[in-house]
C-alpha cells in the first residue's frame, strides 16, 4: 500500500473511514490556511479560518460538487459530528452569528497535522485505537539517520517536565533508524537554526495576529539567539533547554494563555506551526511568560492611544491594579465616543468636548484638583466623581 496520498498517511484515512473527497477538500484547506489571504477570528485564543463553501467548488470542479451544502456535509464529516469521539477527527468548528447572517469557521484540531501525516501518533492520542503495534509503526521513508545532535536535543526534550511532573511533550522518540514525519521536520527546523535559514523559514513566515498579540515576547534579544545558532550546535542544544524551560511556565496556572489546550505538544510544532504561523519557541527565548492577569492588564493599555495615555499616567501609580485602571480608562473613551452629541448640546461652548484627548485631561486635571491621593475607587464612569466632574462643567 502507498503510504500517503496527498501528503496525508492512508492509515490515517481508512482508520476514521475518509473518502477521496474528503482527502482533496482536507489538502485544500491546508493549502488555504497557508495562504495569508483568509478571513479569520480568534476564539478562546484559537485561530479559526472562514471557508467559503462556493470556493471549494470553483477550485475543486474534480469533486463533481454543485451545490454549497454538499460540502458542508464533508466538513461536517471531517469535524465528526455525530460521532462517538469527534475529537478523533481534523477539524473544528465554529459557528458565528451575526444578526441574520451566520459564518462557519474552521481550525486544524491541536496535533491533527501530525497525526494525518504520520498514523502512529493516532496511537499516542486516542487509547480506542489499536495500539498494539504503536511500538513498530514507523515512516518507513525515513531511512537515514538522524543527525546526531539533532538526537541529542530529541533525547533531551523526551525528559523535560512541565509542572515538575508530566511530560511537556508527546511524540514517538526515534528508534534507531527509523523516524516519524513529525522528527524529521523537527530536524529540518534544526538544520535551518544551524545553517542561518531559520529567520527566513521561519520568523519572516509567522502570522500578523501572532506577531501581533505576543509582540512582547518577540525581542531583539531572541532575534540576536537565532543568529547565534548559525554553525554552532552546542549552542543550539543550549538555546533548545533555555527555551523548553521557560516553555514549562507556560502551563503553569497563573501564566497566560488561560487555554492550555493550544499550546503545541509536539517539537516539531513548537518550533514553528506552518498551519496557524506561530513559534512558542520564538516566545520562549528570552522571556518567561507573563501572568496572565498582567497580560491582559498589557492588553488593555495597547488598546488606549498614546497621547491619552500619557495624559492618564499623571494619576496611575504603581499600587494600582493595571487591569482594572485601563479598563475604567477604556470604559471613560467609549462612554465619551457615545455621548459626544449630547456633550456638545450640553456644553455648547465648552472646549473640552471637542476631542476625546481635551476631555481627557479636562477630566484628570479635575480628580487632580479634586484629591490629594487618588484611588481607583474615584476613578471611572460608575462612581460619583464622574457626575461631579460632568456637573461642574454646567456652571
Not at 463533481?64 to 477527527?89: A, M
Not at 473544528?92 to 484540531?109: A, P, S
Not at 475607587?377 to 462643567?393: E, Q, Y
Request: charged share 30%; glycine share 4%; proline share 3%.
Amino acid at each position: 500500500m502507498k503510504q500517503s496520498i496527498f501528503g496525508i498517511d492512508q492509515k490515517y484515512l481508512i482508520q476514521l473511514k475518509l473518502s477521496p473527497d474528503d482527502v482533496i477538500i482536507l489538502s485544500w484547506l491546508k493549502s488555504f490556511t497557508n495562504s495569508g489571504k483568509q478571513e479569520y477570528i480568534q476564539k478562546n485564543n484559537k485561530i479559526f479560518y472562514w471557508v467559503k463553501y462556493s470556493k471549494i467548488i470553483d477550485d475543486l470542479p474534480i469533486l463533481g460538487i454543485t451545490k454549497d451544502i454538499c460540502i458542508g456535509r464533508v466538513f461536517s464529516k471531517l469535524c465528526g459530528e455525530n460521532k462517538e469521539r469527534p475529537e478523533l477527527y481534523p477539524l473544528e468548528k465554529f459557528l458565528l452569528r451575526d444578526g441574520k447572517l451566520n459564518k462557519t469557521y474552521f481550525r486544524f484540531r491541536d496535533g491533527a497535522i501530525d497525526r494525518m501525516e504520520d498514523a502512529t501518533m493516532i496511537n499516542s492520542f486516542s487509547a480506542d485505537l489499536d495500539t498494539s503495534k504503536r511500538k513498530n509503526k514507523v515512516n518507513k521513508e525515513n531511512k537515514s539517520n538522524l543527525h546526531p545532535n539533532v538526537s541529542e536535543i530529541i533525547e533531551m526534550l523526551s525528559n523535560k517536565k512541565k509542572n515538575g511532573e508530566t511530560s511537556l511533550f508527546k511524540f514517538v522518540k526515534p528508534d534507531g533508524k527509523n523516524y516519524t514525519k513529525s522528527i524529521k521536520k523537527f530536524q529540518n527546523w534544526c538544520y535551518d537554526l544551524y545553517n542561518g535559514r531559520f529567520n527566513l523559514n521561519c520568523t519572516n513566515q509567522l502570522s500578523d495576529w501572532f506577531k501581533k498579540q505576543y509582540s512582547y515576547y518577540l525581542t531583539e534579544q531572541g532575534k540576536e539567539k537565532i543568529l547565534k545558532c548559525k554553525g554552532n550546535w552546542n549552542y543550539i542544544l543550549k538555546l533548545f533547554i533555555e527555551a523548553t524551560n521557560n516553555y514549562s511556565k507556560w502551563f503553569d496556572a497563573s501564566s497566560e494563555k488561560v487555554n492550555k489546550d493550544s499550546l503545541p505538544k509536539h517539537p516539531s510544532s513548537f518550533i514553528f506551526n506552518p498551519i496557524n504561523g506561530s513559534s512558542m519557541f520564538l516566545l520562549c527565548l528570552d522571556k518567561k511568560p507573563s501572568c496572565e492577569r498582567e497580560a491582559q492588564a498589557d492588553k488593555s493599555f495597547n488598546i488606549v492611544d498614546p497621547p491619552i495615555r500619557k495624559i492618564c499616567n499623571r494619576i496611575y501609580n504603581n499600587k494600582m491594579d493595571g487591569l482594572i485602571f485601563w479598563n475604567k480608562i477604556k470604559k471613560i473613551i467609549d462612554w465619551y465616543k457615545k455621548h459626544r452629541g449630547i456633550l456638545k448640546q450640553r456644553f455648547e461652548n465648552q472646549y473640552f468636548i471637542s476631542s476625546i484627548n481635551e476631555f481627557m485631561d479636562e477630566y484628570i486635571s479635575y480628580l487632580e484638583e479634586k484629591y490629594e491621593t487618588i484611588w481607583l475607587k474615584n476613578i471611572g464612569t460608575d462612581c460619583p466623581t464622574f457626575s461631579s466632574f460632568l456637573s461642574a462643567h454646567d456652571e
